[in-house]
């Protein structure tokens, strides 16, 4: 449970009124969870779409689903979308992009890339199909959810330190397959076979990223896991989209 509402208050702003462990095991323990979570946000986002529809047009409904979808995270993801792509876009070598990423301020890659990551989020909640709307809500933020625990197991960390560090030293590759099994078993109810495609397509593709990652700093930061966060949930959208 200390492990579970770890995980809550760091990629939730659901507030937990309890004194916790936070050791770098528990910290990185709580892993486990995010897709979990990821299921728990979905689901609120679902409650917000159906009693938005009584008495919302169907945009500003959308708008509203996506409002919460930043809101409940606290935008902490979108910190690390906009300090990727400042770092990635920005820098010449792993030294200058580090030091991108590591500054407070925002550039201009970094508001393009929030900017039109909102704007196509918003036309995909817009245009997903009417009986899988619902249960998009619920697969997106788990699928991303889980890639981002991925992306701590698969890839090196690029820092000597930084909070995200201990994530890497203390994820269980027990732990990271149960995120994985999980994300499939939840995937295939809701969405089939589809469902697995979505899944191989976004595992494939976070690979891809990642790599991507590792040539420009040898690793990962704390704000790519949040970017890819972002980005899968996009592409789990934009994948359901293609394929109903």
Aim: net charge positive; with cysteine.
């Amino acid at each position: 449970m200390n492990s579970f509402l770890i995980a809550l208050q760091f990629i939730t702003v659901i507030p937990v009124k309890k004194d916790l462990n936070y050791s770098e095991k528990n910290i990185a323990s709580s892993m486990l969870y995010y897709p979990l979570i990821g299921s728990i946000i979905g689901l609120i986002l679902v409650v917000i779409n159906i009693v938005s529809t009584y008495f919302l047009p169907n945009l500003v409904r959308d708008s509203v689903v996506l409002i919460f979808f930043v809101l409940l995270t606290g935008g902490i993801h979108f910190d690390g979308l906009a300090d990727s792509f400042d770092g990635l876009f920005g820098g010449k070598n792993k030294k200058s992009i580090l030091e991108i990423m590591g500054d407070s301020s925002v550039g201009v890659y970094g508001i393009l890339a929030v900017t039109l990551i909102l704007i196509f989020k918003l036309s995909l909640i817009n245009n997903l199909p009417l009986g899988q709307r619902n249960l998009a809500l619920i697969i997106a933020p788990t699928i991303s959810r889980c890639a981002m625990v991925w992306a701590v197991y698969l890839f090196p960390y690029a820092k000597k330190e930084g909070f995200g560090k201990a994530f890497k030293l203390y994820l269980t590759k027990q732990e990271a397959w149960l995120t994985a099994i999980y994300t499939l078993i939840i995937t295939f109810v809701l969405f089939f076979f589809k469902g697995l495609i979505v899944l191989i397509i976004s595992f494939v593709s976070l690979y891809f990223l990642g790599t991507f990652v590792v040539k420009k700093i040898e690793g990962l930061t704390g704000d790519n896991y949040g970017a890819i966060n972002e980005l899968m949930e996009v592409l789990v959208l934009f994948l359901i989209i293609l394929l109903y």
